[in-house]
Each structure stands twice: as structure tokens, then as C-alpha cells.
């Protein structure tokens, strides 16, 4: 069995609405007059529509695209917070496995947090999706398609920003995504300097980032500036120690010269303390890093709380005092499980088996 460049299975996976390149859809609609790949492809990609709203296609035609490209995720729940600006899906896909994608509008952006994996490897024991372990990769379509369904919810609010924080290690699944963010930016028209990927120290992973062309951002989910807390936290860490991924990062910035950010989970007893502010300060003062403070969302399997907010402020007073840049993240849609992984474990359902 092989698996081609969007990740499909050529044994047992569908061709999906957003796997194909426009070459791949010019072959699809082979026989078709150029000026319907036009017409078909600028509905699907830059605006979003649905097959039956592209009635300058003929029916017949709108009918063969939904038979040979069907779309890839079927809503399994849909959920709103803080007043409509949050909305979060929890998706189907076609094998039965599940994924996540989250909608958040600010006053001055919209973003889309999309999955890059069905389930996590990274074990990262304070995360949901961690917790739940590794399924599959997803395909190029399958992350594309998170962007498309969100942006059509948000209309006539532009979506303006993409983050890859959903649910797996994006640079475990790097040539998907890759492809993905390449056809986020050059087909949906979004950014590259909105788009951001985010790793928990994947060296190789940067690395390639760094020599891509696009000027993508790059987070770091970082959440302990010492190895031996590191280690239990984020266990690829025993893998890419924090001097190695702190090399990596530099070549990174000399590379692109684009602000780097370290994202830390805040855990009560856990990574607050000032000592931990001192080693984070110290590492983000070298690498011009900013740093997202997130106070620990509750997941099911960790029974570990999240630092108080008056500790978080303090635990951010501490770094700016150093001369360290940081702010803390709003939390969004906690009272419906928006934290990435979260809505599939309350739900505690059951994937088809993992693949070996």
C-alpha cells in the first residue's frame, strides 16, 4: 500500500474535495471546457461555496464533483461560546476517527485553529489530545477543508489568521502540512505572515521550516526552560533537549528573521514559580522569543489545575520585570471544551482501532 503526497492511502481512502492540486482538479474534470475549472475551482477554494451554489456550473457537473470529490468532514457536534465569537466542531472523518477545529473572533482578527492529526503521539500528559494517543495523519484536503468549513461560518467576518494548535504535532506530519499551509496561503488567500505553525520541539521540524520560502510564524509550545522539568512535561524533549531546540530556533530566526513565540501552559506547583519565570526570561531574552502565557484548561486524565489568574499575573509581571515580552492568552470556550482535544475526550468516544 502507498500513500501519496496529501496522505490518502491509494487502498482504502477517498479522494476528497480539497486533496487535489489544481492540476489534479484540471485532470478530474478532463473534457470539461477550461473556462469550468476556472469557474469550479475559484467557487470551491476562494469563496467557499457549497456544490449547489455553484450555479454557473451545469448540474450534471456540480453532481460528478460531489460523487468523485466528497468532502471530508461530517459535523459531529457543533458548539458556540462568549456570545457567538467562539464556535468550535468536533468532525467525523471517513474512516470514523475524529478531529477538532476551533473558530475565534477578536476586535481586530478572526482566526481558525485547525488539526493537522487525528489524535496526538507527543504524549504530552497535561493535554487531551496527548492523553488520547496517536490515530493517523491527516491529508492536505482534510486540514484545508477545516479552513474552508470555518470560513464559511464566519462570513461575513474575514477569517484573517491561521494557527496549526489543533489537535496533533503538525511537524510529525510535515509534508501534509506543508502542502496544506501552501494551499491555505496561494489558493485561499490567506497570508503566509498570518499563518502559524506551532511544535513542541520537533528540531528536524524547524529546521525544514526554516528553509521554506513562505514566511510563516512559528510557535514553540515550550512550558519548561529546564530539562528535567521538560522531560516529564513534553517527553520529546529526552529526544531534542532544550540546547538543541534552542540552536534550532536560532537558526530559525537567522533564517527568517520573524518573531518567534514560546507558548506556556501554565500548571499550578507545577511551572509558576519564580524560578520557573527566571529560566523562562533567560531563554526568551536570548532568542528575542514572545512569550503566550495560557492558564491550564481542565482536562478529564490530569488532575493537576491550572495556576490561579492573580498567580498568572504575577507569574507575567515577573518576566516583563526581567525584560522579557509576555501577555496572557484569553481563554476561549471553556464551557465547551475548546482546548484542543477536549470536546472529543468529554464526549469519550470510540475511534476505530489504531493503525500499526
Known sequence: MTVDAAGRSHRDAPVLRFDPTRDEFAALLDGEPRYRLDQAWTGLHERGDETDDLTNLPKALRARIDAELPLGLSPEEESVSDNGETVKWLWRLHDGHHIETVLMHYEDRTTVCVSSQAGCAMA????????????????????????????????PRRVSNIVFMGMGEPFANYDRTWAAVERINHDLGIGARHITISTVGVVPGIDRLARE???????????????????????????????????????????????????????????DRASDADELAILARRLRAHINLIPLNP??????????????????????????????????????????????????????????
Not at 531534542?240 to 513565540?261: F, G, T, V, W
Request: glycine share 6%; charged share 25%.
Open 299 to 356: 482536562t478529564p486524565g490530569y488532575l493537576t489545575r491550572g495556576t490561579p489568574m492573580d498567580r498568572v499575573h504575577e507569574f507575567r509581571d515577573r518576566l516583563t520585570s526581567m525584560g522579557a515580552n509576555a501577555t496572557v492568552r484569553r481563554t476561549r470556550g471553556t464551557d465547551i471544551d475548546a482546548a484542543c482535544g477536549q470536546l472529543r475526550a468529554s464526549r469519550q468516544l470510540v475511534d476505530p482501532p489504531r493503525r500499526r
Open 124 to 155: 504530552c500528559g497535561f493535554c487531551a489530545t496527548g492523553q488520547s494517543g496517536f490515530d493517523r495523519h491527516l491529508s492536505v484536503g482534510e486540514i484545508v477543508e477545516q479552513v474552508v468549513r470555518a470560513r464559511r461560518t464566519s462570513a
Open 213 to 271: 520560502d513562505l514566511p510563516v510564524n512559528l510557535a514553540v509550545s515550550l512550558h519548561s526552560a529546564n530539562d528535567e522539568d521538560r522531560n516529564a512535561l513534553v517527553p520529546i524533549n529526552q529526544r531534542y533537549p532544550l540546547a538543541m531546540l534552542e540552536e534550532s530556533c536560532a537558526r530559525y530566526l537567522d533564517a527568517k528573521n520573524r518573531r518567534l513565540s514560546f507558548e506556556w501552559a501554565l500548571i499550578d506547583g507545577v511551572n
